[in-house]
């Protein structure tokens, strides 16, 4: 299990890192959904009806939509999800009555499939780093380093990276498709100056790396660090934007001025491992 770091160390902790443990939300958010209507339909409605009062389907996916927001509020879901959870049953029923070809509901959910393809496994959706976190990470780079960004997304990292500083070699890997493809196609169509590999962070060898970027989220940050100790070099650089390594010490954190407030965290691989 991991140990919590001690007090005097967690000064460059945010205070609101989000929890790993637990369902994953999407599941509890289903879970919630499929409760609510089953609350509904076995006692809201009939209670009704006894009463005398009949309603019209959105009435009824309404009232069911408010029994999911209460039951994902003390499921303590957070709090992003709450008016989801209210959405979703009355957004059903108003699309089942428009009558809309369902080819475009299978267009919908091909193209998330292929963005958010590996969501559900690793947890880590597609985000970008701002421009920004960019120029932070192109200023720190050694001469002449070899970088990787795991999980490169559109690959808007390496190309910056690529034209601000081509003395560097820029590698990308990203397992999601459709990100892959428009990364793939935008490094064919513009000036390129980086490498892209289809597949998992964790199948990739980060021995060859002088630099390694992540922006990915709380869950696998732990699991990362393993993988980073074990095969990035002494004096290299593990840099990750917004999620902090847990229990390990960074040697720099840089607070960003862009939209999300980021923070990038800086850890400098030392010969006997890293600071707790
Ligand atoms: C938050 S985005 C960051 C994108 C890009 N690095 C940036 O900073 O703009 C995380 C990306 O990592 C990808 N990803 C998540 N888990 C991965 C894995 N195990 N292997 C490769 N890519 C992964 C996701 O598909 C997503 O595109």
Not at 65 to 72: H, M
Request: charged share 15%.
């Amino acid at each position: 299990m991991q140990s919590r770091p001690s007090t005097e160390m967690t000064a460059w902790m945010p205070d609101a890192m989000p929890s790993a443990g637990g369902l994953p939300p999407g599941l509890k958010a289903l879970l919630v959904q499929a409760g609510a209507l089953v609350l509904w339909l076995m006692l809201g409605a009939p209670l009704l009806e006894q009463v005398g009062v009949a309603l019209l389907p959105l009435q009824h996916a309404l009232c069911a939509g408010i029994l999911a927001a209460v039951l994902g509020w003390v499921w303590q879901l957070p709090r992003w999800w709450l008016p989801i959870n209210f959405m979703f049953m009355p957004a059903l029923v108003t699309m089942h009555s428009l009558a809309v070809t369902p080819y475009w509901y299978l267009g919908a959910f091909t193209v998330l499939l292929l963005v958010y393809w590996s969501v559900a496994g690793t947890r880590v959706p597609l985000y970008l780093s701002s421009r920004k976190a960019w120029q932070a990470v192109a200023e720190r780079l050694p001469p002449s380093a070899a970088v990787a960004d795991l999980g490169s997304g559109l690959g808007g990292l390496l190309r910056f990276l690529a034209q601000q500083r081509p003395d560097g070699r820029y590698v990308g890997m990203e397992i999601a498709p459709l990100p892959f493809l428009a990364s793939w196609l935008r490094m064919r169509l513009g000036s390129g100056g980086y490498e892209l590999r289809w597949g998992s962070l964790w199948q990739a060898d980060l021995r060859p790396f002088d630099v390694v970027y992540a922006y990915l989220s709380p869950i696998p940050m732990a699991d990362l660090w393993r993988k980073v100790e074990h095969e990035m070099r002494p004096g290299t650089l593990f840099i990750s934007n917004t999620f902090y390594v847990p229990g390990v010490e960074p040697s720099e954190v840089v607070q960003l001025d862009d939209l999300h407030r980021s923070r990038l965290y800086f850890y400098r691989m030392e010969s006997g491992g890293n600071k707790r």
